[in-house]
């Protein structure tokens, strides 16, 4: 069974932007779920950045990226994305997507089922 997979990682400079997408194909997928992003910087532990519901209406996001980040998702192409505007260097982390059955909590990481591999954001200053 498929994986969800990320994309749209990179080097950016403070105040840049970023978009980063994830795929969610195969039969694993099909039907409804919550997708969510979280991040993990070295030494730290993996952390809920933002999640959106099975049918869109729901989002939420982490008080750092409030204002700044916006999640996103398109149900007929299995895909999620996060735009990321004013980088920090502190946003610098592995981006992981995830999916998780629908009515899951969106910010609780072990509610999420499946996992992408992650794609590295590194925002200098």
């Known amino acids: 069974q498929g994986q969800p997979v990320e994309s749209g990682g990179g080097l950016v400079q403070a105040g840049d932007s970023l978009r980063l997408s994830c795929l969610a194909s195969?039969?694993?997928?099909?039907?409804?779920?919550?997708m969510g992003w979280f991040r993990q910087a070295p030494g730290k532990e993996r952390e809920f950045v933002s999640a959106?519901?099975?049918?869109?209406?729901?989002?939420d996001y982490a008080d750092a990226v409030k204002g700044r980040f916006a999640i996103s998702r398109d149900g007929a192409k299995n895909t999620m994305s996060l735009q990321m505007n004013d980088l920090k260097p502190e946003d610098s982390a592995v981006y992981f997507c995830?999916?998780?059955?629908?009515?899951?909590?969106?910010?609780?990481?072990?509610?999420?089922?499946?996992w992408g591999q992650g794609t590295q954001v590194t925002v200098s200053s």
């Open positions: 995830a999916l998780g059955p629908a009515g899951i909590s969106l910010v609780e990481l072990t509610a999420y089922r499946f």
């Open positions: 959106i519901s099975w049918n869109g209406k729901t989002t």
């Open positions: 195969g039969r694993t997928f099909v039907g409804t779920y919550t």
